[in-house]
C-alpha cells in the first residue's frame, strides 16, 4: 500500500521568502514521487517527478525537491518564490508492480504577499 | 502530443437529474484513466480508475458510475444527483508509473 502525507494545509510567505513544503510517503515498494501544482479552477501541472538516479529533481518555475528514502520524504522547495506561485501543491506517489494508481496528499495552499 | 479534453467546464444540475461528464484523450493508446473529485481543503479522492475498455474499478461506494466505451473515453455518470455531489471533477490519465495528465475539471453544483 501507498500513502502521501503533506504536512501544513496552509503556508503564507514573502515575495522573494524560501518556502519549503514538506511530504512523506509510505511504499512497500521503490516509489514514484511528484509534485503538481494547481491554479484555481484549472486541473493540475506537474512540477517534477523523482524516478530513479539523483535524489534532487529540478522542476519548472525553479522549484526542486529532494529525495531522502532514510526519512522516506519528497519536500519540495523554492528559494525565492513569486507572486504568481500562489497556489495549492500535491505531492502523489506511484509504485511499480501493481496498477499504478497515483496516490495524492491533501494538498498545501500557499499564499505569496507582497 | 498528447492532450486531454474534459467538458463542460461548468455545470448547475439541480437535485435528482442526470449527470454525464465526458473525457477524452489524444495522442496515446491505452491509458490508465481516472476520475477524481475535489473538495476544498480535503484533496484528491480517487471516484473510479480504469486500466482498459469496459474495466472499471470503483474506489468508493456512492451515486456515481463510470463507464469506458472506448479506448480513450471515460464518463462519469449519475442517474439522480444529490446535493452532495457537487464539487470538481477531474480526468486524469497516465502510463503505468509515470505522470498523470489531468483535464481542466468541471465544476458541478447540485441545487
Known amino acids: 500500500a501507498q500513502s502521501v502525507t503533506q504536512l501544513g494545509s496552509h503556508v503564507s510567505v514573502s515575495e522573494g521568502a524560501l518556502v519549503l513544503l514538506r511530504c512523506n510517503y509510505s511504499?512497500?515498494?521503490?516509489?514514484?514521487l511528484f509534485w503538481y501544482v494547481q491554479y484555481p479552477n484549472q486541473g493540475l501541472q506537474l512540477l517534477l517527478k523523482?524516478?530513479?538516479?539523483?535524489?534532487l529533481v529540478k522542476g519548472i518555475n525553479g522549484f526542486e525537491a529532494e529525495f531522502n528514502k532514510s526519512q522516506t520524504s519528497f519536500h519540495l522547495r523554492k528559494p525565492s518564490v513569486h507572486i504568481s506561485d500562489t497556489a495549492e501543491y500535491f505531492c502523489?506517489?506511484?509504485?511499480?508492480?501493481?496498477?499504478?494508481?497515483?496516490?495524492f496528499g491533501r494538498g498545501t495552499s500557499l499564499i505569496v504577499h507582497p | 502530443s498528447q492532450t486531454i479534453h474534459q467538458w463542460p467546464a461548468t455545470l448547475v444540475q439541480p437535485v435528482g437529474s442526470p449527470l454525464s461528464l465526458e473525457c477524452t484523450v489524444e495522442?496515446?493508446?491505452?491509458?490508465?484513466l481516472y476520475w477524481y473529485r475535489q473538495a476544498a481543503g480535503r484533496g484528491l479522492q480517487l471516484l473510479f480508475y480504469?486500466?482498459?475498455?469496459?474495466?472499471i474499478s470503483s474506489e468508493v461506494p456512492q451515486n456515481l458510475s463510470a463507464s469506458r466505451p472506448q479506448d480513450r473515453q471515460f464518463i462519469l455518470s449519475s442517474k439522480k444527483l444529490l446535493l452532495s455531489d457537487s464539487g470538481f471533477y477531474l480526468c486524469?490519465?497516465?502510463?503505468?508509473?509515470?505522470?498523470?495528465?489531468f483535464g481542466q475539471g468541471t465544476r458541478l453544483t447540485v441545487v
Open positions: 486524469a490519465w497516465s502510463r503505468q508509473v509515470d505522470e498523470a495528465f
Open positions: 511504499s512497500s515498494v521503490p516509489p514514484y
Open positions: 523523482y524516478t530513479t538516479g539523483a535524489t
Open positions: 502523489a506517489v506511484t509504485q511499480g508492480g501493481g496498477s499504478y494508481i497515483p496516490t
Open positions: 495522442g496515446t493508446s491505452n491509458p490508465n
Open positions: 480504469s486500466v482498459g475498455i469496459g474495466q
